[in-house]
């Protein structure tokens, strides 16, 4: 939703390529879309309280890592949705990139062993990460942000899908 009034904010005119979620500075001077703000805090609490379970519980780090991502994800969208500022904006939407990323790995790896690292895929999203965060740099342009997330969420559906019917662990290694 575009803003219904030119409000002035704190953080000064909007630069990010997205507007659309609600109108800006309403309920304060201060955060641009307050609700979409304030509603980021249940992806960095509830992921802080996952990572510090995930410790004592001895969890492989690739699962710390999921939790730690997800707050990321929502310090980053906070910032955005208060700012409204390119700069955020990124901090925002490629973390969405990385984190998913985290999630992929963990998808095709929680049948493994605990020691085992699959260098092959972490090489493959390392390099699927920097391709879309370099391209994005440049064309700037929230769609293909939006495809390249929407490739990572099919598959993280996909996988998904294949370890729910499986019929035993050990049929569900690949």
């Known amino acids: 939703m575009a803003p ?21 500075y309403v309920v304060t001077l201060f955060v641009a879309e307050f609700w979409n703000t304030v509603s980021n805090l249940i992806m960095i609490i509830p992921p802080i309280f996952g990572a510090i379970q995930g410790i004592r519980d001895r969890l492989e780090k690739r699962y710390i890592a999921a939790y730690l991502a997800l707050t990321v994800v929502g310090m980053g969208s906070w910032c955005f949705h208060m700012t409204l500022k390119y700069e955020m904006q990124l901090l925002d939407e490629l973390p969405m990139i990385y984190s998913c990323c985290i999630f992929v790995y963990c998808m095709f790896e929680c049948f493994k062993t605990k020691s085992s690292i699959n260098y092959h895929l972490l090489f493959t999203l390392f390099l699927y990460s920097l391709t879309v965060t370099t391209i994005y740099l440049k064309v700037k342009e929230p769609i293909f942000h939006q495809v390249m997330y929407g490739m990572l969420v099919f598959t993280l559906v996909l996988r998904s899908i294949y370890i729910v019917t499986c019929v035993s662990p050990e049929s569900c290694l690949y």
Not at 4 to 24: F, H, I, M, Q
């Open 4 to 24: 219904a009034v030119d409000r002035k904010g704190y953080w000064g005119p909007t630069t990010s390529t997205l507007d659309w979620c609600e109108e800006n």
